[in-house]
């Protein structure tokens, strides 16, 4: 991956600090959303014309049909513009005159590459991804003194899990030490999507090609490798969603958690519904060959083919998405946050969007951050970004 520092260009509109004046200016502020017409980048469009209806959204996109389309249903302050992220020249051209760039066009695994960030950097354009692999959230993160440099403020891994499950992991460990609760030592993510989520052929994709890679934990201070989709246990979600089966992946917040709020034991698990969805994900670990999930034409053609059946299930199994972190702490005490929605299609748009809201109005420092990092997202902004990626939620608790 190519390091080198470009010319910075003037900066579109730079940060400043929480203010009535930021939020005013925010309203008018310029975003574009790559990926724009992809199932998670057309939820971020339509939750920020919900949640600003007079911010200025730029839905960027290879297919001009949908983007078009999308852009008249937001109403007369959204546009289509086309845009080919692999296309560099045309990419930072794009990136002219606007406040931030939102990257939600994936999968990112296997991207050896963060053209976009690179081109964010060039432009002098504030930036925030959906990234939700562990590999690409710490390239990203070697940006981050050129970003620094250059006056561009730059938050990794900002959409639902990771992202919103960060904030929340960051707040309960916060709590814990403001309340002097004992030192904490063990954190845990747990996620359950019906179905696909309603997010489309690309979560399929990601899923995929975590099969393929280690699971990444930390067991008391030592960083451990296990096998994918392995160490099955029974969580309870709470109402609406009650127990249901999670499964080891390798997640990015288990290691930006680990050293950032400074937890020893870490760890992540998914799951899925209906059960045999999970057996499917055990089958595709244990019998098909690492090279064929390390190869990003291969599970693309893989998810064509199953993603007929999946859509039909989906149909049936709904898409609700629930996340539950837990927080232990050295005196015995146990904290809890919870979140439900029964979207999780609408659910990631109103998490992602809740992050460029509290860029747009001051929050984060130039540099590349991760969401549990206050200069990524002060620590006073976490509570009204909770608030906004809450929204339509079935059950939100937090420090239960």
Known sequence: MGTVVRACMPLAAPPAAPSTDAQRRSSSARVLV??????????????????RPDLNILIAGRNREKGESLASKLGKQ?????????NASILEEALQGVDLV????????????????????ATKTAYIDVCDDTDYSWRA?????????????AITTAGIYPGVS???????????????????????????TAGSGGAGP??????????????????????????????????????????K?????????????????????VSARFGTAPFFWNWGMQAFTNFLPVEFLRD???????????????????????????????LDCTNGRNTIGLFSHRKLSVSIGYATAAFVLAFLEGSTQPGVWFPEEPEGVAIESRKVLLERASQGTTNFVMNK
Do not use: W
Request: glycine share 8%.
């Open 102 to 121: 939102v990257h939600a066009a994936g999968p990112f695994q296997r991207e050896n590459e963060c053209t976009v960030l690179q081109a964010a950097i």
């Open 245 to 265: 089966d999670v499964y080891l992946l390798n997640l990015p917040e288990v290691t930006s958690a680990y050293k950032i709020l400074g937890v020893p034991t």
């Open 202 to 243: 690309t979560i399929l994709t990601t899923s995929f090609l975590l099969l393929a890679e280690d699971v990444i934990a930390y067991n008391r201070g030592e960083k451990i490798k296990l096998k994918p989709y392995s160490g099955a246990l029974s969580i309870d979600f709470g109402k609406g969603v009650r127990k």
């Open 296 to 326: 990003k034409n291969k599970v693309t053609k893989l998810v064509e083919f199953v993603d007929p059946f999946v859509r039909a299930i989906d149909g049936i199994a709904g898409e609700r998405v629930s996340m539950r972190v837990d």
């Open 166 to 192: 960060n904030v929340m992991a960051a707040e309960l460990v916060r709590a814990a030490r403001n309340e002097n609760a004992g030192e904490p030592e063990r954190l845990r993510f747990f996620y359950y």
């Open 34 to 51: 790559l990926g724009g017409t992809g199932r998670v980048g057309g939820s971020t469009a339509a939750a920020l014309s919900k949640l």
């Open 141 to 153: 993160k070697s940006f981050h003194e050129q970003a620094k440099a250059c006056g561009v403020p």
């Open 78 to 86: 959204s546009v289509f513009v086309q845009v080919d992220i692999r």
